[in-house]
């Protein structure tokens, strides 16, 4: 019996975390959960749309917790680099993500992983949900050799298997989003490219352009506009001449979602997923988010809102509390349970913050590397005439 | 007074730079990042906490009238807040300006000036400049702010196209010389890939705008109030490391430095340096440097305006001297060393005792870790100077 248990308690644990693992036996205090709900979301505002993504979807409990745990994780990475940030181990730019985490999540679990995913810089959690193990994001914001992009990206420059950044310039990403897009189509593999941009992007010129383009060719892009009320430190209102960012596509199709809400999220992800593999053009998404940080790391956050409302938006409308408080009236999970995954992300965050710390920087050598693709090794000019270095691209 | 806070990270980098001054030769013959042993490079004391530079203060300009100790924002602030009071037409725009901006330069404008003299823009560097042009041609004094020079490319063509070559295209009908373009330029430390570039090449090539860079807050109110006086669209780089590093006594009145017009800060009779923003406070320690150890006597110029750039200056100068350096954080392929050194080769090439060298950035993006490596900092061009002497 006790041996029984402890496989089952083995199991659950990396269940969790692997997809698709279904550990419903039965066991000591596992017995109780219950092993899917129903939920209700809320209704999405549409544009040039006659339906909407669905006002009821179904959790799995270990959906549900993998939600949790990925949300979770990114939390305390956030957390985590703010730390670092603090104690200067981390220097440069670090725009951290925490209170947006249902985005990034949402929309992973609506699309699959074949399908492509460009952002801006607040890119950590998208970085994560793509794949990257959270060591190599703390290094690479460390400027380490471990890095996802070998310590010479930074915070604002991580990629992953069809992911496309990490970008600086703000709505420079999009027409690359497009672009992708059309290599989707071309290729015929039923994928689509999901492009992000945040709402200061969203008065950006060449996102017009993007929509254009995409809508004249139906590309399968679906752009989606994260808009956390604040564009570094300006409020939407005094930013844009129309707030309605769903509608800013004009004859692209578009919903207003609830960011916070990690299933409606997902739901909206399928949902504009289904509509453009189905291959009726773009669409684009506006999710409703809050970043409790500042815009980086060198702003308070709070020179240009009130603590009063980022406490209010933390009490009320927290994503991962949100999930959790779903889960546990529903008796989808336990408090121990949760309490569990808790103190396993600690640790884990710890030990990736301890190899980001000890990782060795990148060799000097890096410095030139990867400037062109070069077959033989490219001479390049230093800062004295007779100092060459060599690219070994 | 802040110093700007430019950290190396601790054991990785101390070990990698003591394999440097054994010199390190790669297969293929090519030396990597040498550094020569006659050269005391004090690595990590050197630079473990402090700045590539220190910075050297002006001697307090008597001819303008009261001073004020400012540091470069707040000259900055000072002379917007002269040409504001003084210009009914002038407006200041861009983003985030309006609370002050995100140096504080425009700090208390607006409370001082009104909401339509001073007013934010939407995140869109085309429509800034673009507007901007708009506003001059219709005769406002438009001032605006590019957050960063690396945010300046979207604007490149309303810069260029627009313009630059209004005045041209329309045969005098029209032009936009009320328009300035501020930006803060250069490396900061940890600036990385896109808070710390050095566009000034870029626009060089263009004929039609002005390019002026300042070296300090006396500098900077006279160039800016200038280039805001000036009848051509004008474009001001301020560079950010000395936003709160420099500190001199400035001014209050309003007062103009002269544009196309380089400075020589030392006179000399062996080497002739040319520098422009933070760089020349580097080549003042080179020349006090080579004066200590080489015993060589450098002549020390403040470019100031990058285009139309003073030649006679510098020509002279080298006439005098016979050698010449040029230094730049900007990558040295198409940088500005090369125009000038075009230039004083053709126009000097008999009295040169030396081909001409330029220290300037590598030929890379502006990288994120190896920023000390990148820039050329004293040592290297301490390096030049000496194989310079020596030829």
Known sequence: MQNMLTVIANAFKAGAKINGSRVMVSARSFADFTPQASFDIKRCDLHRLDEGPSVQTVLTREDGLKYYRTMQTMRRMELKADQLYKQKIIRGFCHLYDGQEACAVGIEAGINPTDHVITAYRAHGYTYTRGVPVKEIMAELTGRRGGVAKGKGGSMHMYATNFYGGNGIVGAQVPLGAGVALACQYQGKNEVCVTLYGDGAANQGQIFESF???????????????????????????????????????????????????LGVREATRFAADYCRSGKGPILMELQTYRYHGHSMSDPGVSYRTREEIQEVRSKSDPISMLKDRMISNNMASVEEIKDIDAEIRKEIEEAAQFATSDPEPPLEDLCNHIFYNDAPLEVRGTNPWTRLKSMS | MAAPRLFLRTLGVKSSLTGLTGGVHGSLGFTLLKLSPGCTAKPTAQR????????????????????????????????????????????????????????????????????????????????????????????????????????????????????????????????????????????????????????????????????????????????????????????????????????????????????????????????????????????????????????????????????????????????????????????????????????????????????????????????????????????????????????
């Open chain 1, 212 to 262: 254009n383009m995409a809508a004249l060719w139906k590309l399968p892009c679906i752009f989606i506009c994260e808009n956390n009320k604040y564009g570094m430190g300006t409020s939407v209102e005094r930013a844009s001449a129309s707030t309605d960012y769903y509608k800013r596509g004009d004859y692209i199709p578009g919903i207003r979602v609830d960011g916070m809400d990690v």
């Open chain 2, 48 to 391: 473990r906490h402090a700045a590539h530079f220190t910075y050297h203060p002006d001697p307090v300009p008597t001819q303008y009238g009261p001073t004020q100790k400012m540091n470069l924002f707040q000259s900055v602030t000072s002379a917007l807040d002269n040409i504001l009071a003084s210009d009914p037409t002038a407006v200041i725009f861009g983003e985030d300006v309006a609370f002050g901006g995100v140096f504080r330069c425009t700090v208390g404008l607006r409370d001082k000036y009104g909401k339509d003299r001073v007013f934010n823009t939407p995140l869109c560097e085309q429509g800034i400049v673009g507007f901007g042009i708009g506003a001059a041609a219709a005769g406002a004094t438009a001032i605006a702010e590019i957050q960063f020079a690396d945010y300046i490319y979207p604007a490149f063509d309303q810069i260029v196209n627009e313009a630059a070559k209004y005045r041209y295209r329309s045969g005098n009908l029209f032009d936009c010389g009320k328009l300035t373009i501020r930006s803060p330029w250069g490396c900061v430390g940890h600036g990385s890939l896109y808070h710390s570039q050095s566009p000034e090449a870029f626009f060089a090539h263009c004929p039609g705008i002005k390019i002026v860079v300042p070296r300090g807050p006396v500098q900077a109110k006279g160039l800016l109030l200038s280039c805001i006086e000036d009848k051509n669209p004008c474009i001001f780089f301020e560079p950010k490391i000395l936003y709160r590093a420099a500190v001199e006594q400035v001014p209050t009145e309003a007062y103009h430095i002269p544009l196309s017009q380089a400075e020589v800060l030392q006179e000399g009779s062996d080497l002739t340096l040319v520098a422009w923003g933070t760089q020349v406070h580097v080549m003042r320690e080179v020349a006090a440097m080579a004066q200590e150890k080489l015993g060589v006597s450098c002549e020390l110029i403040d470019l100031q305006t990058i285009l139309p750039w003073d030649t006679e200056t510098v020509c002279k100068s080298v006439v005098k001297t016979g050698r010449l350096l040029i230094s730049h954080e900007a990558p040295v392929t198409g940088g500005f060393a090369a125009e000038i050194s075009s230039t004083v080769q053709e126009e000097c090439f008999l009295n040169l005792e030396a081909p001409i060298s330029r220290v300037c950035g590598y030929d890379t993006p502006f990288p994120h870790i190896f920023e000390p490596f990148y820039i050329p900092d004293k040592w290297k061009c301490f390096e030049a100077v000496k194989r310079m002497i020596n030829y």
